[in-house]
Nanobody, 125 residues
């Protein structure tokens, strides 16, 4: 079983930056694809970004491409989401998730096995 704990959320002005972190338990972190999702009030959970187990490949939603960067440090069992040029529409609870396997282009929440509790990101205009 994998436990995930997000941190780094907060309130930021439009155009600003935040870096989210997700710390994972377990000795097999380097075997999991890691993803970030977000959910705004009244909306479905949506895919943001994912990274392969080795960290060599990444995949992004069109809405964040060029602004957000996903990375991971397998020695620290941690995945990051660097968010730049934030917009009010980025406001949501952000979740990290993990899935066993090699498909880092998995964008459905149903394809992920373990989830963190979420961290709130609020972007003011």
């Amino acid at each position: 079983q994998v436990q995930l704990v997000e941190s780094g959320g907060g309130l930021v002005q439009a155009g600003g930056s935040l870096r989210l972190s997700c710390a994972a338990s377990g000795r097999t972190f380097s075997s999991y694809v890691m993803g970030w999702f977000r959910q705004a009030p009244g909306k479905e959970r949506e895919f943001v970004a994912a990274i392969s187990a080795s960290g060599g490949s990444t995949y992004y939603a069109d809405s964040v491409k060029g602004r957000f960067t996903i990375s991971r440090d397998n020695a620290k069992n941690t995945v990051y989401l660097q968010m730049n040029s934030l917009k009010p529409e980025d406001t949501a609870v952000y979740y990290c998730a993990s899935r066993w396997g090699s498909n880092y282009e998995a964008i459905s929440p149903m394809q992920y096995d373990y989830w963190g509790q979420g961290t709130q990101v609020t972007v003011s205009s």
